[in-house]
Nanobody, 121 residues
Framework: VQLQASGGGLVQAGGSLRLSCAAS????????MGWFRQASGKEREFVAA????????YYSDSVKGRFTISRDNAENTVHLQMNSLKPEDTAVYYC???????????????WGQGTQVTVSS
């Protein structure tokens, strides 16, 4: 199983980025996907998740209304559209997979390598 995260970069506050996570070795039709982030010196935190069964989505309060998680089963890829970015969104973003959507990173079985998002003020 491999999860390949991409799409990070440097953006000004108020801007947008779209992260992608391409999965191989597993099918998004059977796995829930989550995005987590870890800022320098801080613990990893939940950002968003999407179920495999009905596409139900979950968000942390800090990103609700600004970020959108979606999946493309045909491409076996999950996306995280990030709008109205703030400097406090700066972090390494990780995608992860497990059978059921969860806010807890310890419950995820597979992890991508992370992609850096930097938001300048």
């Amino acid at each position: 199983v491999q999860l390949q995260a991409s799409g990070g970069g440097l953006v000004q506050a108020g801007g947008s980025l779209r992260l992608s996570c391409a999965a191989s070795g597993l099918s998004l039709r059977s796995y829930a996907m989550g995005w987590f982030r870890q800022a320098s010196g801080k613990e990893r935190e939940f950002v968003a998740a999407i179920t495999w069964s009905n596409g139900r989505t979950y968000y942390s309060d800090s990103v609700k209304g600004r970020f959108t998680i979606s999946r493309d089963n045909a491409e076996n890829t999950v996306h995280l559209q990030m709008n109205s970015l703030k400097p406090e969104d700066t972090a390494v973003y990780y995608c992860a997979a497990q059978k059921y959507a969860s806010r807890y990173d310890s419950e995820y079985d597979y992890w991508g390598q992370g992609t850096q998002v930097t938001v300048s003020s």
